[in-house]
Nanobody, 117 residues
Framework: QVQLVESGGGLVQAGGSLRLSCVAS????????MAWYRQAPGQQREMVAS???????NYADFVKGRFTISRDNAENSVYLQMNGLKPEDTAVYYC???????????WGQGTQVTVSS
């Protein structure tokens, strides 16, 4: 089992920046994919960014150019640097980890990001 703990959320003004962190209880090098999702009130959870064990990165169109996902295997951590934040970025941000054999996706408890206009 993998436990994920997010941190770094908070209240920021539009145009500001936040850096989210996700610390895993196991080596992320043994996990196929780490990802960030977000869910705004009354809306469906959506993928924000992901990074595979091989280093392949994908971003949702609405954050491309503003957010950067990265990982530090030595720290068992994945990060999401968020720049140029907009009020519509307000959501609970969740860290996920995809395990292969058996296939299973783990989730953190989430961290709240609120962007004021």
């Amino acid at each position: 089992q993998v436990q994920l703990v997010e941190s770094g959320g908070g209240l920021v003004q539009a145009g500001g920046s936040l850096r989210l962190s996700c610390v895993a209880s196991r080596s992320i090098s043994r996990l196929q994919r780490m990802a960030w999702y977000r869910q705004a009130p009354g809306q469906q959870r959506e993928m924000v960014a992901s990074i595979t064990s091989g280093g392949t990165i994908n971003y949702a169109d609405f954050v491309k150019g503003r957010f950067t996902i990265s990982r530090d295997n030595a720290e068992n951590s994945v990060y999401l640097q968020m720049n140029g934040l907009k009020p519509e970025d307000t959501a609970v941000y969740y860290c996920s980890a995809l395990q292969i054999a058996p296939v299973r996706e783990y989730w953190g408890q989430g961290t709240q990001v609120t962007v004021s206009s």
